[in-house]
């Protein structure tokens, strides 16, 4: 093989590759401290933890909810009250991430009036 035709399939596996789409992240890629991505003043945090444990701080002064979570199929977080888990009532909600902008966005995390909302965080 010429060494230009090394560089020209050099050159095409890069942008293949540069152009994979993120996958789902496992419990690993998640693992850590997020804080939401928005301009209010007081910012939910969500942090997920080895041992399926995660804690979510909704409001400010209000204590941290202990939870346990799941990720289900391949979009999809379950989170449950500790003694519920892994099989009992949980609520479900569509997860996706971005590996490139570090962004995770939780749907439905919380009751919104005006239908689905989403929850955007960024690690903290």
């Known amino acids: 093989m010429s060494v230009r035709g090394f560089l020209l399939l050099l050159l095409t596996f890069i942008v293949i590759s540069s152009c994979e789409k993120d996958k ?14 928005t301009g209010n003043n007081f910012k939910v945090e969500i ?13 400010e002064g209000n204590p941290t909810d202990t939870l ?7 979009d999809e977080l379950l989170l ?10 949980r ?12 962004e995770l966005t939780i749907a439905g995390l919380f009751p919104s ?12």
């Open 113 to 124: 009036t005006t239908g689905a909302s989403a929850t955007v965080f960024i690690r903290k």
């Open 80 to 89: 449950f009250l500790p003694d519920d888990f892994p099989d009992g009532t």
């Open 47 to 59: 942090e997920f933890r080895s041992q399926n444990r995660a804690f979510l701080k909704k409001s």
């Open 91 to 102: 609520s479900t909600h569509k997860l996706t991430y971005s590996q490139k902008k570090e």
């Open 24 to 37: 789902f992240p496992d419990e690993f890629s998640i693992q850590g401290a997020w804080i939401e991505n």
């Open 68 to 74: 346990k979570y799941r990720l289900d199929k391949s």
